[in-house]
Structures are given as C-alpha cells and as structure tokens.
C-alpha cells in the first residue's frame, strides 16, 4: 500500500510565504514523477507543478500562474516533494493535493494522490 501524506498548508497574508511537503511510504521501486495540483469548489483539479524523470534528465513544468514564484523540488532518499510557495496571492487560494506516478512491486506504474491540504491567502 503506498501513501501520500502531505503537510505544511495554512492561512497566509498576500506577499508571504508557505512551503508544502508529501511524503511517500510503502512498497516502492521507484517514483517516476510528483508534483502538486490544487482546486478550488466548483472548478477542475488544476496542475501547480510537477518534476519528472525523464531519459534526458529532471525536469521540472509550472503552471503560468505561479511561474517565478513556486518552485518544485524533490528529496530523492527520503521520498519527498516539496512546493515552495512565495509572493502568494488571494487566487492562489484553494486545496492542493500531492501526486505521484510509483512503481510498485509488481513493476507497475500506478498514480497516487495525496489527501490534500488548505492554502488560504488573505488579502
């Protein structure tokens, strides 16, 4: 059973900052790419940012929105991605989930999601 724990949301003022953090656990080969999404009520789970293993390398994608002043990264031995979240804005108000392509024991390729934790930036 694999798990993505998330931590690190809050209640920010505009201009300030917040770091979020996902942990994975269990059964791992590998993790192929994490990233983080967020949504807000009555709209579509949107993409933040992710960072990829690719044949050439990492590579790491923002969303336009955030471009400049989120910035993804991840800790390879102890199986984290980390969002550093600066210059925060109202919009970017919403709940942010944690994602991850695992390979698992069966040498299977499966997407997992976090539980998802609250950002609010107030104005």
């Known amino acids: 059973q694999v798990q993505l724990v998330e931590s690190g949301g809050g209640l920010v003022q505009a201009g300030g900052s917040l770091r979020l953090s996902c942990a994975a656990s269990?059964?791992?080969?590998?993790?192929?790419?994490m990233g983080w999404y967020r949504q807000v009520p009555g709209r579509q789970r949107e993409l933040v940012a992710t960072?990829?293993?690719?044949?050439?390398?990492?590579?790491?994608n923002y969303a336009d929105s955030v471009k400049g002043r989120f910035t993804i990264s991840r800790d390879y031995a102890k199986r984290t991605v980390s969002l550093q979240m600066n210059s925060l804005k109202p919009e970017d108000t919403a709940v942010y989930y944690c994602?991850?392509?695992?390979?698992?024991?069966?040498?299977?390729?499966?997407?997992?999601w976090g539980q998802g934790t609250q950002v609010t930036v107030s104005s």
């Open positions: 994602n991850a392509n695992i390979v698992g024991l069966l040498r299977i390729a499966v997407t997992y």
């Open positions: 960072i990829v293993n690719g044949v050439s390398g990492v590579s790491t």
């Open positions: 269990g059964i791992i080969s590998s993790i192929n790419a």
